[in-house]
């Protein structure tokens, strides 16, 4: 159960999508808006930006698992991860391929997998040139809709972004990481549909009705054991909307609210 949130009911009449055609957040000094597959930053005057992936260089260890040493990373388990180089890495490793970081990263390293939550990347032979690791391309997936949602970290914010494939990234210091690996890692059986924000918690509503917090303005950690699922007329999950201190799961025939106590 989701600690803290009290659930009451209500139904409604009739049969909805609830789709939303665009998110927009504020931000203290801009606006955020998706157009397309990307996310643009409006300033106070008005001038766009194109809000990019994280990337930096980094080196690979050639080990049982494999270490990536990235300065600074702010990487959690579960984000994105896609090695290039100007030369070779090591055998276990392949050029523009997705991997999710695995376990408890520390400041500048951490492991991958191939998979989401699995097991850890192993290299081996040698590796030459420069290599870059990039966690999310600066991209969304597909032209759909989406929902954004901002917490209260200090002194940036995370905007929680969720697509209308179920892809989730979380914007923070104006780059754009894909942790769609740690969705997958804490529900298997539903689509991640929606997300909305209440007391510094994000909130991530699935198709199944089921839907999880993460940690109190860290949106990338999840407890996988923190959830809740509507059920007093469990007919599906549509959007998640937050009003006052109520947080308000649609179905398509229902409404069922919290509230955080």
């Not at 780059?175 to 804490?186: E, F, H, P, R, S």
């Not at 909305?196 to 993460?214: K, P, Q, S």
């Not at 990338?220 to 959830?227: E, K, R």
Request: charged share 15%.
């Amino acid at each position: 159960a989701c600690d803290g949130f009290n659930r009451f009911d209500a139904t409604i009449s009739g049969s909805g999508t609830g789709a939303l055609r665009a998110g927009l957040e504020l931000s203290s000094s801009a606006l955020y808006v998706v157009s397309g597959t990307r996310v643009v930053k409006l300033n106070a005057a008005g001038s766009p930006t194109l809000i990019a992936g994280k990337t930096a260089t980094v080196t690979i260890t050639i080990a049982s698992p494999a270490v990536v040493t990235w300065t600074a990373h702010g990487l959690a388990a579960g984000a994105a991860f896609v090695p290039t180089t100007t030369g070779a890495l090591p055998t276990g490793l392949v050029a523009g391929t997705t991997y999710y970081v695995i376990g408890t990263p520390t400041t500048d390293t951490f492991q991958v997998s191939a998979t989401a939550g699995g097991s850890a990347v192993n290299t081996s032979g040698t590796q030459s040139g420069t290599h870059t690791g990039t966690a999310g391309s600066g991209t969304i997936t597909s032209t759909g809709l989406v929902t954004m949602a901002r917490n209260r970290k200090e002194a940036n914010a995370d905007i929680g972004i969720v697509s209308s494939t179920g892809n989730f990234y979380i914007l923070n210091n104006d780059t754009l990481v894909d942790y769609t690996g740690l969705i997958t890692t804490i529900e298997s059986t539903g689509v991640l549909t929606s997300i909305a924000a209440i007391d510094g918690y994000f909130v991530l509503f699935f198709d199944n009705g089921e839907f999880f917090i993460t940690s109190i303005d860290d949106g990338d950690t999840i407890d996988p054991l923190d959830f809740a699922k509507a059920e007093s007329n469990p007919d599906g999950g549509l959007r998640v909307v937050v009003r006052g201190r109520d947080l308000l799961l649609f179905g398509p025939k229902s409404v069922e609210g919290y509230i955080d106590t």
